[in-house]
């Protein structure tokens, strides 16, 4: 089974900083992928970023850079120089393969960012 | 532009009632899938389907069904509303391929009341 952790339920950044969310992963399957997704309070999911468990070099998409460390296990979200934009929840989710589930998605609980001035 | 879409976006239901919330998806993807979304729990996985007249349970299955006559069309009925479906309803479609890496698109999702 496949399970993905988010141990921070909430996090405060000052604008113009860095921040990183944190996400630790679980599966017995050689090939995943890891996604992160941003919730504004609008309600909707919108996709950041994707992380292969072949992919050779953390993905990256703008300000947003995932920290993956295939060893450890963790696929942490970085966002650089902070916007009162970012200030949403952050889910963390992976695919599994063939034995891990396919093309479903597990998430973890999310992390709750609130960028301050 | 290829869509994915809920309706209704937002309802208020009686205890015992049938419910059924509508996905449809212009991406001709195979896979559909409904989650569920709740403070504490993030995303849980209800139902999904990986091709017509294909149709699986996820996590939190008991007490939905899901349906799948065509690609497009992926409706989740609630047999017999209960106050623990209160919750955010998520419609999302994928391609086939594992290769297909971030092609996951969401609905903008499905507020659900059950009174």
């Known amino acids: 089974a496949q399970k993905i952790t988010q141990t921070q339920p909430g996090m405060f950044v000052q604008e113009k900083e860095a921040v990183t969310l944190d996400c630790t992963y679980d599966t017995s399957d050689p090939s995943y992928g890891l996604f992160w997704y941003k919730q504004p309070s609008s309600g909707e999911m919108i996709f950041l970023i994707y992380q292969g468990s072949y992919d050779q070099q953390n993905a990256t998409e703008g300000r947003y850079s995932l920290n993956f460390q295939k060893a450890r296990k963790s696929a942490n979200l970085v966002i650089s120089a902070s916007q009162l934009g970012d200030s949403a929840m952050y889910f963390c989710a992976m695919r599994g393969g063939v034995t891990g589930g396919g093309n479903k998605l597990t998430f973890g609980t999310g992390t709750q960012l609130k960028v301050e001035l | 532009d290829a869509e994915i879409t809920q309706s209704p976006r937002h309802k208020i239901t009686e205890t015992g009632r049938q419910v059924t919330l509508a996905c449809h998806q212009t991406w001709n993807h195979n896979n559909m899938f409904w989650y569920r979304q709740d403070l504490g729990h993030g995303l849980r996985l209800i139902h999904y389907?990986?091709?017509?007249?294909?149709?699986n349970k996820g996590e939190v299955s008991d007490g939905y069904s899901v349906s799948r006559s065509n690609t497009e069309d992926l409706p989740l009925t609630l047999e017999s509303a209960a106050s623990s479906q209160t919750s955010v309803y998520f419609c999302?479609?994928?391609?086939?391929?594992?290769?297909?890496?971030?092609?996951?698109?969401f609905g903008e999702g499905s507020w659900l009341t059950v009174v």
């Open positions: 389907s990986y091709g017509v007249q294909d149709t």
């Open positions: 999302a479609s994928s391609e086939s391929s594992r290769r297909s890496g971030n092609t996951i698109y």
